[in-house]
């Protein structure tokens, strides 16, 4: 029979110690637990990694590492891109480009005769010499635009629509009391014309709207400044063809300076003889 073991004594608590942790115990796995406390190591529930810690309260969790198929997406917006982060422009529509506009009329006709007759005339050599226009400038006044804005409205859309190009609203320089004017008042709007817009709309204004004036004889030869440049007085607008007589809301005139590099006025007065400008008494040059 075996001998009964003998009863160890209790510590003074009463309580048990429990299982010495260096005795081997067999289990499922065998007496591995006893050995590797022998041998030092940490249990198998010591060397396993901690979970991860859940998100406190409502922060959503961290989103995983971007893959390789995000890192090629970059890659190919980046393509896309040019050298400076900026993107490409958009190709441009395939097709014929367009075509230039076509030369004014009025100004072929001044390079092909005008200039070499008035070199001729003139007697001038030097072919900087020979006149030319400058600059053509329409200017509308209108002394009731601080009591009537939508009549300086209409002048300047009915402006822009004879010209082709938006107008500036011209102001008071200097404040009038007998006229309740004050510095800065709009009073009326004035146009600019240079180049092919020049060109077109003097070739218009001779060949349509001075026709259409009312008892028309010619226009004055007297109206030179002096040096070259020349001023004409229009009572109505409606001598062009661009204003609508059912959308015109009152009836106003205008001015137009038609500037020169000539400094003498017999010269310009030729040059806007040979352009077809009809001055009276005398007969007008026809343009082809």
Do not use: W
Request: aromatic fraction near 4%; charged fraction near 30%.
């Amino acid at each position: 029979m075996a001998e009964p073991k003998e009863h160890e004594p209790t510590p003074a608590g009463g309580a048990d110690p429990g299982p010495d942790p260096g005795a081997a115990t067999e289990g499922p796995e065998g007496p591995t637990k006893s050995l590797r406390a022998s041998a030092g190591q940490p249990p198998e529930s010591a060397a396993a990694p901690a979970p991860a810690a859940e998100p406190k309260g409502d922060q959503p969790a961290k989103p995983p590492k971007q893959g390789k198929q995000d890192k090629q997406q970059k890659k190919d917006k980046k393509g896309k891109q040019g050298p400076e982060g900026k993107e490409r422009p958009a190709a441009e529509p395939e097709g014929p480009p367009p075509e230039p506009a076509p030369r004014p009329r009025l100004l072929e006709h001044y390079e092909q005769r005008v200039r070499a007759k008035l070199a001729q005339q003139f007697g001038l050599g030097n072919a900087h010499e020979i006149p030319k226009l400058v600059k053509i400038v329409l200017n509308v006044g209108m002394g009731d635009a601080p009591k009537n804005p939508k009549g300086l409205e209409a002048a300047t859309a009915e402006l822009a629509a004879i010209t082709g190009q938006h107008p500036v609203v011209t102001r008071a320089k200097k404040a009038i009391a007998n006229f309740n004017l004050r510095e800065g008042m709009a009073i009326g709007c004035a146009v600019t014309l240079r180049g092919a817009r020049m060109y077109e709309f003097l070739d218009r204004f001779i060949t349509i709207a001075v026709p259409r004036m009312r008892d028309f004889r010619g226009l004055s030869p007297d109206s030179f400044d002096g040096r070259g440049n020349y001023t004409i007085g229009i009572k109505e607008q409606m001598i062009f063809p661009e204003i609508d007589y059912d959308k015109v809301e009152k009836i106003h005139g205008m001015d137009i300076t038609v500037v020169t590099s000539a400094g003498r006025d017999d010269t310009a007065r030729a040059l806007l003889r040979e352009l077809g400008m009809p001055f009276r008494g005398e007969a007008p040059v026809a343009v082809n």
